[in-house]
């Protein structure tokens, strides 16, 4: 695999006895990379044949959300295109399912033929084992549906954005009454004058427009947790307990 091939010869890519500089050699694949459709019996589901090898011979991998898809860096490049239901990566093909409604593979299509051609002669893995998801946004089977959609338009949608200006974003919790969202600015983010720009006319905007449920979005500072906490450590010491009694489009 390319990735493979590049680890080996940082510099130099031996081929058809010429030494390649990587770039060059890049340029040729990118030039003899191709990729074909087929038809499934599923009308919602259509396969991408490049001319390359994804996964060793009779391997294959599904995801059905972009946080299933945290060690691959081209499905989760994948569930970025609005429409994209679920991802199965096989040794020579890859099996997209868009969702019901509105989205038609002639409007699906070049988005995804830019990004499999982008990754694919990028040298990235396709599968890295060691990318894991941060424990704000681990699948959780406490999590209502509500709280998994928030997540996972966090993962595939917000938070690259955010990375991609020096920043980072965690999702701290959901008030289902108000339907108020509390999230955590990090790193550039956090003291940057246009923040609260970013949270209410990107951030809020996005999870209002594809999750009704949703009315605010509020920034939780450091500060504010750690009150928070001591506000109820201190409640604890002095409410006795009875003994026996038991204890819920827009872009960026």
Same mark, same amino acid.
């Given at each position: 695999?390319?990735?493979? =091939?590049?680890?080996?010869?940082?510099?130099?890519?031996? !081929?058809?006895?010429?030494?390649?500089?990587?770039?060059?050699? %890049?340029?040729?694949?990118?030039?003899?990379?191709? =990729?074909?459709?087929?038809?499934?019996?599923?009308?919602?589901? %259509? &396969?991408?044949?490049?001319?390359?090898? /994804?996964?060793?011979?009779?391997?294959?991998?599904?995801?059905?959300?972009?946080?299933?898809?945290?060690? @691959?860096?081209?499905?989760?490049?994948?569930?970025?295109?609005?429409?994209?239901?679920?991802?199965?990566?096989?040794?020579?093909? /890859?099996?997209?399912?868009?969702?019901?409604?509105?989205?038609?593979?002639?409007?699906?299509?070049?988005?995804?033929?830019?990004? !499999?051609?982008? !990754?694919?002669?990028? $040298? /990235?893995?396709?599968?890295?084992?060691?990318?894991?998801?941060?424990?704000?946004?681990?699948?959780?089977?406490?999590?209502?549906?509500?709280?998994?959609?928030? &997540?996972? !338009?966090?993962?595939?949608?917000?938070?690259?954005? =955010?990375?991609?200006? $020096?920043?980072?974003?965690?999702?701290? @919790?959901?008030?289902?009454?108000?339907?108020?969202?509390?999230?955590?600015?990090? $790193?550039?983010?956090?003291?940057?004058?246009?923040?609260?720009?970013?949270?209410?006319?990107?951030?809020?905007?996005?999870? &209002?427009?594809? =999750?009704?449920?949703?009315?605010?979005?509020?920034?939780?500072?450091?500060?504010?947790?750690?009150?928070?906490?001591?506000?109820?450590?201190?409640?604890?010491?002095? /409410?006795?307990?009875?003994? $026996?009694?038991?204890?819920?489009?827009?872009?960026?």
């Amino acid at each position: 695999m390319l990735a493979r =091939i590049l680890a080996k010869s940082p510099r130099f890519i031996y !081929l058809n006895g010429a030494n390649l500089t990587v770039p060059a050699f %890049l340029r040729l694949l990118l030039r003899n990379l191709f =990729i074909q459709t087929a038809e499934t019996p599923n009308e919602n589901a %259509l &396969k991408f044949l490049p001319s390359m090898n /994804i996964l060793p011979e009779n391997e294959t991998r599904e995801f059905l959300s972009g946080r299933e898809a945290a060690a @691959s860096p081209l499905a989760m490049k994948l569930f970025t295109v609005d429409g994209v239901k679920s991802i199965m990566l096989g040794s020579n093909f /890859i099996t997209i399912e868009k969702s019901d409604g509105d989205f038609e593979w002639a409007l699906l299509k070049p988005e995804i033929f830019s990004i !499999l051609t982008e !990754l694919l002669t990028s $040298g /990235i893995p396709v599968i890295s084992e060691s990318s894991s998801l941060t424990n704000d946004m681990e699948i959780n089977e406490d999590d209502d549906e509500i709280v998994s959609m928030i &997540k996972e !338009l966090i993962f595939t949608r917000i938070r690259p954005a =955010i990375q991609d200006d $020096g920043g980072d974003i965690e999702f701290v @919790s959901f008030e289902e009454d108000g339907g108020v969202v509390y999230l955590k600015l990090k $790193g550039a983010c956090r003291s940057c004058d246009s923040s609260s720009v970013t949270l209410k006319n990107g951030i809020e905007s996005m999870l &209002k427009y594809y =999750i009704e449920e949703v009315q605010e979005v509020r920034p939780v500072d450091e500060p504010d947790l750690a009150e928070e906490a001591a506000v109820q450590f201190e409640e604890a010491k002095i /409410i006795p307990k009875r003994r $026996g009694e038991d204890v819920a489009p827009p872009s960026l």
